[in-house]
Each structure stands twice: as C-alpha cells, then as structure tokens.
C-alpha cells in the first residue's frame, strides 16, 4: 500500500519490458486513489496526520489552544493508533479543564501501546490530581516495573503515596 514505492515498481518493470505487470500496478494504484480501498495508503495517512500535529504546535505555541485541539482531533482521526498524539491531545483537554476528555484520550493511547511510559505518567498526574490516590499509585508502579530509572513517575509515586497517607490521617 506505499504509493511510492508501487510507482517505482511500475516505472522498473516498464524499463524491463514487462508491460503487463506494469499495468497491473497502475491498476492498483488507481483503484486505491479512486477510494477503491478502506485503508488507504497508510504511509500518506500518517504523513498528513504529522502535518496536523505540527500545525496544532504551532496553534498552542500561540495560544490557541481551541485550534490546537481541532488539528490534533483531526490527526487522531487519520491515525487513532499513534499514541504520542493522543496523548498530545490528552494534555490540551487537561489544561482547557477538560479531564474527563484527557482520560478518554490517555485510556485509548495504553489500548494502543499499554507500555507507553509518557501516557501512563500523565494518566496518574491526573488520577493524583483527582484524589484517587491508589489508582495513580498503581500506574506510576505500571512505569516503573518496566522502568525502574522513569523519574517522573519516582516522583509522581512519592507524592502520591505522601498525598494518600495524609488523607488516611484523623483529623487532630
């Protein structure tokens, strides 16, 4: 499905003599860019998908965040895969005051890629900061077993368990 590469390969077997393999490539190639696939060239996809992502930089870089969210869901809707854009996406939902939205995009990410380090940091920032102190504890622990020199969740796993502690303390 590299629409690059099919080309290169008609063009050798043109240059081959090999006139009906090269129309059986051409073929293809036209089938697919008439819609002829659900796949599409997932190589392209993921190019215009890094396009977005840039775009939605350069959005937040000028505080525009709204916009940046909008490029973002438009990346995620090419490539729903690609855990470092939801995760991306996650961040701009938790800093508008959307967390239940950054959840959603954090949960989907670890479906994608459960050994996401990054994404499963910021799934326990947010837990922590919600107050569920033993669901943030566990995934930092997640990092950490796989990871043992991760410092933000050595950080983030120090605080949580301090944070836990004092809410399990009577109140003097």
């Given at each position: 499905n590299y629409t690059e590469a099919q080309l290169n390969l008609m063009v050798t077997y043109n240059d081959l003599g090999k006139y009906d393999r090269a129309r059986e490539v051409y073929a293809r190639i036209r089938h697919r860019a008439q819609g002829g696939t659900a796949q599409g060239d997932a190589f392209a996809k993921g190019k215009i998908a890094n396009m977005h992502a840039e775009i939605s930089q350069a959005y937040a870089d000028a505080g525009m965040l709204p916009d940046a969210i909008l490029e973002?869901?438009?990346?995620?809707a090419l490539c729903p895969q690609f855990a470092d854009?939801?995760?991306?996406?996650?961040?701009?939902?938790?800093?508008?005051?959307?967390?239940?939205?950054?959840?959603?995009?954090l949960a989907?990410?670890?479906?994608?890629?459960?050994?996401?380090?990054?994404?499963?940091?910021?799934?326990?920032?947010?837990?922590?900061?919600?107050?569920?102190?033993?669901?943030?504890?566990?995934?930092?622990?997640?990092?950490?077993?796989?990871?043992?020199?991760?410092?933000?969740a050595q950080m983030y796993l120090r605080l949580a368990t301090a944070q836990r502690e004092r809410s399990e303390r009577p109140e003097a």
């Open positions: 973002l869901e438009r990346a995620i854009l939801r995760l991306r996406l996650a961040t701009l939902y938790r800093d508008t005051g959307s967390p239940d939205r950054a959840r959603e995009q989907k990410a670890l479906e994608n890629n459960g050994r996401y380090a990054p994404a499963r940091v910021a799934l326990g920032v947010l837990l922590l900061g919600a107050g569920e102190y033993d669901a943030a504890i566990r995934e930092f622990e997640t990092v950490l077993e796989s990871d043992a020199e991760n410092r933000s």
